[in-house]
């Protein structure tokens, strides 16, 4: 079995030296798209992203786990339509919590806004 090796443990000069390695094995095809990148900013040692359904939100569970969770804790019977589009929610939750912030911050105001006017949503 091979050792794994951590990169970030090399000199700079032994990760030049795999990276020209790997770029010289590599197929005329594959070396047209790191000439296209620059072979410069290539980095053929990046760590790949985790897949949708593992990845987790700050509470540590994945999107299926929130959305059985809302389900379980909602004591709704919903659709699968609805289940559907809390996923969907989900997903983009933990993969970029950034960019559901505003609908976030929309539904506590929004929320707050019937509130004050004595309306139930």
């Avoid at 000199?11 to 594959?30: G, I, P, T």
């Amino acid at each position: 079995m091979t050792d794994t090796i951590n990169y970030e443990d090399l000199s700079a000069e032994e990760v030049e030296a795999r990276k020209l390695y790997m770029y010289e094995k590599m197929s005329k095809r594959r070396r047209k798209f790191v000439d296209r990148v620059g072979y410069e900013k290539w980095d053929p040692f990046a760590a790949p992203f985790d897949p949708i359904d593992i990845r987790q939100d700050a509470s540590g569970l994945t999107s299926d786990q929130l959305t059985h969770l809302f389900v379980k804790e909602s004591g709704q019977n919903k659709n699968q339509e609805y289940i559907d589009a809390v996923n969907e929610f989900n997903v983009m939750l933990v993969m970029n919590f950034e960019k559901v912030r505003p609908i976030y911050d929309y539904c506590l105001w929004y929320a707050e806004h019937l509130k004050k006017r004595g309306i139930t949503p």
